[in-house]
């Protein structure tokens, strides 16, 4: 290897290397080349290569999942962070912790009040519920008004001489129709034939032949 390529591959691991340890968090190579790329210039195949030998110097670590291979700075070579530091990492760790909380509630709030909006109805629909409501108040009140200006209204006196009458004449067709059915039957014990053909010859119709049916009790 010339001595020139010796520069760019050592230039490049230095890169790479402060950059891991400034970012402190991993990295695929590609993810490295695409971050660094435009601001060093570095090719793909020499930011892998560089890799490769961090790695293999024990500069930077390297875990490797299925086909891609991550790599991070080794912690043990960082400087260790005093007590402030960490004490000031936990109170910034605490602050985006309540941060995090307040945005989902926030987030939720949203989500329940456009799930209200999504299930009421629109301008349009309200404006347009609202004119067939009145259309269908309108026709009730024209339909109310003909009954009360009616002149054939039925009294209850009327209504209940009606309904006495109605139960006389069922009454009635019960009695004359077991009377009719015992004499029918009568006559059947001593006729020959069946009793449809009875019925034919005489020329009898019963109510079921015509669909009548016995008006229930009111």
Aim: aromatic share 6%; proline share 3%.
């Amino acid at each position: 290897m010339s001595k020139g390529r010796e520069a760019a591959a050592g230039g490049a691991a230095a890169v790479l290397l402060r950059y891991l340890r400034e970012q402190n968090r991993p990295y695929s190579a590609q993810d490295a080349f695409g971050n660094l790329q435009r601001e060093h210039g570095l090719g793909k195949a020499a930011v892998v290569k560089a890799l490769e030998q961090l790695a293999q110097q024990g500069s930077v670590r390297e875990k490797v999942y299925g086909k891609q291979k991550i790599y991070f700075a080794d912690q043990e070579q960082l400087p260790a962070a005093s007590d402030a530091e960490l004490r000031g990492l936990d109170g910034e760790i605490a602050a985006r912790s309540g941060q995090l909380q307040a945005l989902q509630q926030s987030c939720r709030h949203m989500e329940a009040e456009l799930k209200d909006l999504n299930s009421s109805m629109t301008t349009p629909e309200i404006a347009r519920e609202i004119e067939a409501l009145r259309k269908d108040c309108a026709s009730y009140a024209e339909k109310l008004e003909r009954i009360k200006s009616a002149t054939n209204h039925v009294t209850p006196e009327e209504k209940e001489k009606v309904c006495r009458e109605q139960q006389l004449y069922r009454r009635e067709w019960r009695r004359r129709k077991r009377m009719a059915t015992e004499l029918l039957d009568a006559i059947l014990e001593g006729y020959p034939k069946s009793k449809k053909q009875f019925f034919e010859e005489v020329g009898i119709e019963t109510d079921e032949d015509h669909g009548v049916v016995l008006p229930a009790t009111t």
